[in-house]
């Protein structure tokens, strides 16, 4: 059987056993199947500023971590930064996320677009009963502008996001998208 050992120093598989043709399974000689298991090497440790940890007084740390797992929600999907560390290490949940992630950034840009119409929308024309809502006003003008600039600073974020997700490797979103140069694989 393989041991870690054997697969950090890529030592060929020992030879498998050869099993009888039964009417049941058809087992071709020329391509034995193999019997070794390759496990994944172990994970390198979470980096500390990955942690949910926060030297806070009692109230104040609830709160810090509240705040960073819902962070950490908008962000990534996730709740904790744990399964982030371990999709960023495999290639194939990488694969999966980053074409999760990706659909979610484009859902929402799509309705950032539409709230940036419905917003011009209402800045440029008048209110149909004055009496009832006047949006014309200065207050709710200003804030109608608001609305249409974060709206507007989203969407042009959430495009910028969606083509950089899906461009970049696991590498990279280590160490650049994240800061942790010295911790993620080379």
């Not at 039964?22 to 942690?51: I, R």
């Not at 539409?114 to 006047?134: C, D, K, Q, R």
Request: net charge positive.
């Amino acid at each position: 059987m393989y041991n870690h050992s054997d697969i950090v120093l890529h030592r060929p598989p020992p030879p498998c056993p050869r099993r009888r043709n039964t009417s049941q399974t058809f087992v071709s000689l020329d391509n034995p199947p193999c019997c070794a298991v390759k496990h994944p090497p172990p994970l390198p440790p979470l980096p500390d500023h990955w942690k949910c940890e926060f030297g806070y007084s009692k109230p104040w740390d609830r709160v810090a971590t509240l705040a960073f797992r819902m962070a950490v929600l908008i962000s990534f999907g996730h709740d904790n930064l744990d399964s982030v560390w371990e999709i960023c290490h495999s290639e194939e949940k990488w694969a999966h996320d980053k074409d999760r992630l990706a659909q979610r950034t484009t859902t929402t840009t799509v309705v950032a677009g539409l709230l940036v119409g419905a917003t011009a929308a209402f800045i440029t024309t008048t209110p149909p009963v004055e009496e009832l809502l006047n949006y014309t006003r200065r207050g709710p003008y200003l804030l109608l502008l608001l609305s249409f600039s974060i709206t507007l600073g989203s969407l042009i974020v959430g495009s910028s996001m969606i083509f950089i997700t899906l461009k970049c490797d696991p590498v990279w979103f280590c160490s650049v998208g994240v800061v942790a140069r010295l911790i993620c694989p080379a």
